[in-house]
């Protein structure tokens, strides 16, 4: 695969999808295709998935641990690996590194297992860049304007473990994540996500 891979991930309300907009228009403007794309949702099928999992009814969390997954395989073999074979920049809003944290560690699943569960759904696919959006999740809930779904509304125990859990696996993988402080103006969030990318040229 001749593309480059960059996932972006964080808690709620911590300004991923501005910034992966803002990334892809700086690529583009070098005449390169970039694909973004985010989980669940990536797909038609993933969109079910997300509705199910985000707005549907309770779930265990095994059952959420494993749509996750299923959502996850789907969308690299049908979007991600696709478009990296193409020689794209493929952008994602949450990938594995989300369920660990969420259901591994949040949900009490066990951190190994759920890596090895998504691990083994991807094909041992890994992002070159991780860009963690680091934000209290006090101050990303009170950014939310709208109802919040199912896993927003977890509880503020549940997000401070999420949290903890990303930092932990950035000091883990320092070559890979790049942590941005994502309690400050956009511009400047984006200022470093831009020159995180510009390293990998």
Known sequence: MTGTFISFEGGDGTGKTTQINILAEHVRSDGLEVV???EPGGTELGREIRQALLHGEDLS???EA?????DRAHHVATVIRPGLERGATVMTDRFVDSSVAY???ARQLGVDEIRSLNMWAVGGLVPHITLLLDL???VGAARLDREKDRLE???SDFHQRVRQTYLEMARAEPDRFIIIDANRPI???AEDVRAAYDRLR
């Open 66 to 70: 494993l749509l996750y997954s299923a």
């Open 36 to 38: 973004t794309t985010r």
């Open 103 to 105: 259901q591994g560690a």
């Open 153 to 155: 509304s977890a509880g």
């Open 61 to 63: 969390p095994r059952t």
């Open 187 to 189: 511009s400047d969030i």
């Open 136 to 138: 209290d999740p006090a």
